[in-house]
């Protein structure tokens, strides 16, 4: 089925209810990223920079592979999850850079992708609007996508999304980011009022890779900001942050609250092997499992 697409700050996902309504699992998966792996190939591991001038030759065979067995894998599930969720970097071409790619890269992102047979999600990635992005770039990947910022319920489990690059780099789209920061506020007054049994973030850049306390490198958010979002989410009663771009698995805690990052659908960056996140829903708790796409041989065989 197509990528759902959020207006007006929300997106309503079919055959759920607001209230309630029993244990239910869901798919959480990130960077799938098609293109990085002839990227990162090309540049020998970003050591250099000569294959920006040769992008337009830019192929993603192998993420076309790898996309194909995350969709053969879900859509073999037994009990169908809910829904799935692409923590950000959908595609590696840079919008402002290589747009005539992209677009082609989008192409066969739909083309894979909306084979699944349960509806998916997608987030905003720095890859998806820029590092630094624009008002054309943030247009661009809201009428490719949708709304880059929104929030959904599922069964009685409130989650928001939010495009985590304005507060790396909100240099070009201050009004933009400042809309988005007015109506998280307003996301986080539905979460304090308790009104559901969880309440989930989904972003694509995690505050932190292992420890809340660690220092800033490129992959996570550099104080105060991080203490600060932190601190306001668990007040307001987030229990648990999901994430991506980092292609390893990690995360931590934050007091109480969780913040789990995924590796990638596409090229791995660590010691991890592409795959996906299986999280289960219940009354009272939240579990997660990482599934690498070769752990099913052939698919079809998870419960």
């Excluded at 990528?3 to 055959?15: D, H, I, S, T």
């Excluded at 599930?77 to 809910?82: A, D, E, G, Y």
């Excluded at 929104?150 to 009685?156: A, D, R, T």
Aim: glycine share 8%; proline share 4%; net charge negative.
């Amino acid at each position: 089925m197509p990528v759902l697409r959020a207006e007006n700050g929300k997106l309503q996902l079919p055959g759920v209810t607001d209230d309630w309504s029993g244990e239910f699992t869901f798919i959480q998966a990130a960077d799938c990223q098609l293109g990085m792996e002839w990227a990162v190939r090309s540049s020998n591991n970003f050591t250099n920079t000569d294959y920006q001038d040769h992008y337009d030759q830019c192929a993603w065979d192998d993420e076309i592979v790898w996309g194909r067995t995350f969709v053969d894998m879900i859509n073999g599930m037994v009990s169908k999850p809910k829904f799935a969720i692409i923590c950000g970097d959908i595609l590696d071409a840079f919008p402002e850079k290589w747009s005539a790619v992209r677009n082609e890269q989008f192409k066969d992102f739909q083309k894979i992708y909306n084979k699944l047979e349960v509806p998916l999600v997608c987030v905003c990635g720095n890859h998806d609007v820029g590092n630094s992005p624009t008002p054309q770039t943030v247009a661009k990947y809201r009428t490719d996508f949708g709304d880059d910022w929104y929030s959904f319920v599922c069964n009685g489990v409130f989650c928001i999304v939010l495009n985590s690059q304005y507060h790396e780099d909100s240099s070009h789209v201050p009004q933009i980011a400042t809309q988005q920061e007015n109506w998280l506020e307003e996301q986080l007054d539905i979460v304090r009022s308790g009104k559901y049994k969880h309440s989930l973030l989904f972003q694509h850049i995690p505050y932190f890779l292992e420890h809340p306390n660690e220092d800033k490198v490129y992959y996570n958010y550099a104080q105060p900001l991080r203490g600060t979002m932190l601190k306001k989410f668990e007040e307001a009663g987030i229990t648990k942050i999901f994430c991506g771009h980092y292609h390893r698995n990690a995360g931590g805690w934050y007091g109480e609250m969780e913040l789990v990052i995924t590796s990638a659908v596409g090229l791995q960056q660590g010691g991890d092997r592409n795959g996906f996140r299986i999280v289960r829903v219940t009354e009272k708790s939240i579990s997660h499992e990482y599934v690498e796409l070769s752990d099913i041989d052939p698919p079809g065989k998870i419960v």
